[in-house]
Protein backbone atom coordinates (compact mmCIF):
# COMPACT_ATOMS: atom_id res chain seq x y z
CA UNK A 1 0.00 0.00 0.00
CA UNK A 2 1.09 3.20 -0.33
CA UNK A 3 -0.55 7.04 0.31
CA UNK A 4 -0.85 9.27 -2.40
CA UNK A 5 -1.33 13.01 -1.25
CA UNK A 6 -2.90 15.63 -3.96
CA UNK A 7 -0.74 18.21 -2.27
CA UNK A 8 -1.66 21.19 -4.16
CA UNK A 9 -4.79 22.47 -1.78
CA UNK A 10 -3.89 19.90 0.85
CA UNK A 11 -3.48 22.06 4.10
CA UNK A 12 -0.32 22.17 5.54
CA UNK A 13 -1.29 20.45 9.01
CA UNK A 14 -3.01 17.17 7.33
CA UNK A 15 0.56 16.84 5.50
CA UNK A 16 2.26 16.74 8.84
CA UNK A 17 -0.24 14.12 9.86
CA UNK A 18 0.67 12.68 7.04
CA UNK A 19 4.39 12.66 7.60
CA UNK A 20 3.88 11.39 11.20
CA UNK A 21 2.15 8.26 10.04
CA UNK A 22 4.09 7.51 7.22
CA UNK A 23 7.55 7.01 9.13
CA UNK A 24 5.56 5.67 11.81
CA UNK A 25 3.75 3.12 9.50
CA UNK A 26 6.58 2.55 7.21
CA UNK A 27 4.58 3.37 4.13
CA UNK A 28 5.56 4.90 1.16
CA UNK A 29 3.65 8.42 0.95
CA UNK A 30 4.48 10.80 -1.75
CA UNK A 31 2.98 14.36 -2.17
CA UNK A 32 2.15 15.17 -5.71
CA UNK A 33 2.10 19.10 -6.91
CA UNK A 34 2.74 21.52 -9.65
CA UNK A 35 5.21 23.50 -7.00
CA UNK A 36 8.57 22.69 -5.18
CA UNK A 37 7.40 20.82 -1.97
CA UNK A 38 9.52 20.47 1.02
CA UNK A 39 9.06 17.46 2.93
CA UNK A 40 11.21 15.74 5.96
CA UNK A 41 13.78 13.57 5.35
CA UNK A 42 12.45 10.01 5.62
CA UNK A 43 13.23 7.04 3.21
CA UNK A 44 8.97 6.93 3.49
CA UNK A 45 8.43 10.75 1.90
CA UNK A 46 8.88 11.83 -1.53
CA UNK A 47 7.03 14.66 -3.38
CA UNK A 48 6.65 14.29 -6.62
CA UNK A 49 6.40 17.79 -8.99
CA UNK A 50 4.48 17.72 -12.08
CA UNK A 51 4.07 20.33 -14.66
CA UNK A 52 1.55 23.24 -14.05
CA UNK A 53 -1.85 22.77 -15.91
CA UNK A 54 -5.53 21.85 -15.11
CA UNK A 55 -5.80 18.42 -13.32
CA UNK A 56 -1.96 17.75 -14.25
CA UNK A 57 -1.36 16.21 -10.79
CA UNK A 58 -5.17 14.79 -10.34
CA UNK A 59 -3.67 13.18 -13.92
CA UNK A 60 -0.32 11.55 -12.67
CA UNK A 61 -2.19 10.27 -9.30
CA UNK A 62 -4.77 8.64 -10.78
CA UNK A 63 -2.43 7.10 -13.13
CA UNK A 64 -0.03 5.46 -10.81
CA UNK A 65 -2.81 4.66 -8.22
CA UNK A 66 -3.14 1.07 -7.44
CA UNK A 67 -6.53 -0.76 -5.71
CA UNK A 68 -5.87 -0.78 -2.08
CA UNK A 69 -3.34 2.24 -2.29
CA UNK A 70 -5.27 5.89 -0.40
CA UNK A 71 -5.05 9.13 -2.28
CA UNK A 72 -5.91 12.24 0.12
CA UNK A 73 -7.59 14.25 -2.13
CA UNK A 74 -10.69 17.06 -1.99
CA UNK A 75 -11.20 16.73 -5.84
CA UNK A 76 -13.92 14.85 -6.02
CA UNK A 77 -13.50 13.37 -9.93
CA UNK A 78 -10.05 12.16 -8.72
CA UNK A 79 -11.72 10.40 -6.08
CA UNK A 80 -14.12 8.59 -8.29
CA UNK A 81 -11.16 7.71 -10.19
CA UNK A 82 -9.48 6.00 -7.03
CA UNK A 83 -11.80 4.30 -6.39
CA UNK A 84 -12.75 2.77 -9.78
CA UNK A 85 -9.06 1.76 -9.87
CA UNK A 86 -9.92 -0.29 -6.49
CA UNK A 87 -8.47 2.68 -4.30
CA UNK A 88 -9.62 4.37 -1.26
CA UNK A 89 -9.75 8.56 -1.10
CA UNK A 90 -10.27 10.23 2.02
CA UNK A 91 -10.59 14.14 1.69
CA UNK A 92 -8.79 16.29 4.20
CA UNK A 93 -11.70 16.76 6.24
CA UNK A 94 -11.42 12.56 7.18
CA UNK A 95 -14.67 11.76 5.08
CA UNK A 96 -13.89 9.15 2.54
CA UNK A 97 -15.25 8.84 -0.47
CA UNK A 98 -16.87 5.46 -1.75
CA UNK A 99 -18.49 3.16 -4.39
CA UNK A 100 -21.88 4.32 -2.23
CA UNK A 101 -21.46 7.95 -2.07
CA UNK A 102 -18.99 8.79 -5.00
CA UNK A 103 -22.11 9.26 -7.34
CA UNK A 104 -24.38 11.67 -4.87
CA UNK A 105 -20.90 13.37 -4.20
CA UNK A 106 -20.07 14.09 -7.71
CA UNK A 107 -23.70 14.73 -8.66
CA UNK A 108 -23.46 17.89 -5.71
CA UNK A 109 -20.02 19.02 -7.43
CA UNK A 110 -21.85 19.32 -10.74
CA UNK A 111 -25.07 20.81 -9.25
CA UNK A 112 -22.93 23.91 -7.54
CA UNK A 113 -20.71 24.19 -10.54
CA UNK A 114 -24.09 24.80 -12.71
CA UNK A 115 -25.22 26.95 -10.14
CA UNK A 116 -21.84 28.97 -10.29
CA UNK A 117 -21.89 29.21 -13.89
CA UNK A 118 -25.49 30.55 -13.98
CA UNK A 119 -24.68 33.47 -12.00
CA UNK A 120 -25.55 32.38 -8.42
CA UNK A 121 -23.35 32.93 -5.87
CA UNK A 122 -22.43 29.99 -3.97
CA UNK A 123 -20.11 29.82 -0.95
CA UNK A 124 -17.52 27.86 -0.98
CA UNK A 125 -16.37 25.02 1.84
CA UNK A 126 -15.90 26.27 5.49
CA UNK A 127 -12.30 27.50 6.95
CA UNK A 128 -10.69 24.39 7.54
CA UNK A 129 -10.96 23.80 11.49
CA UNK A 130 -9.49 21.83 14.41
CA UNK A 131 -12.52 19.51 14.40
CA UNK A 132 -11.76 18.82 10.17
CA UNK A 133 -8.03 18.16 11.70
CA UNK A 134 -9.33 15.60 13.98
CA UNK A 135 -11.62 14.39 11.73
CA UNK A 136 -9.11 13.51 9.46
CA UNK A 137 -6.44 11.90 11.81
CA UNK A 138 -9.14 9.46 13.37
CA UNK A 139 -9.96 8.87 10.26
CA UNK A 140 -6.59 7.99 9.16
CA UNK A 141 -5.69 6.23 12.00
CA UNK A 142 -8.60 3.80 11.82
CA UNK A 143 -7.82 3.13 8.34
CA UNK A 144 -4.22 2.30 8.84
CA UNK A 145 -5.01 -0.01 11.62
CA UNK A 146 -7.09 -1.94 9.21
CA UNK A 147 -4.69 -1.78 6.34
CA UNK A 148 -1.45 -2.57 8.03
CA UNK A 149 -1.74 -3.29 11.95
Known amino acids: ?62 RRVEAGDLVITADIPLAAQVIEKGGHALNPRGEFYSPENIREALNLRDFMAGLRDAGLATSGPPAFSQADRQAFANQLDRFLARMVG
Open 1 to 62: MRIWVDADATPAVIKDILFRAADRKHIPTTLVANKLLRVPPSPWIQALQVPHGFDVADDEIA
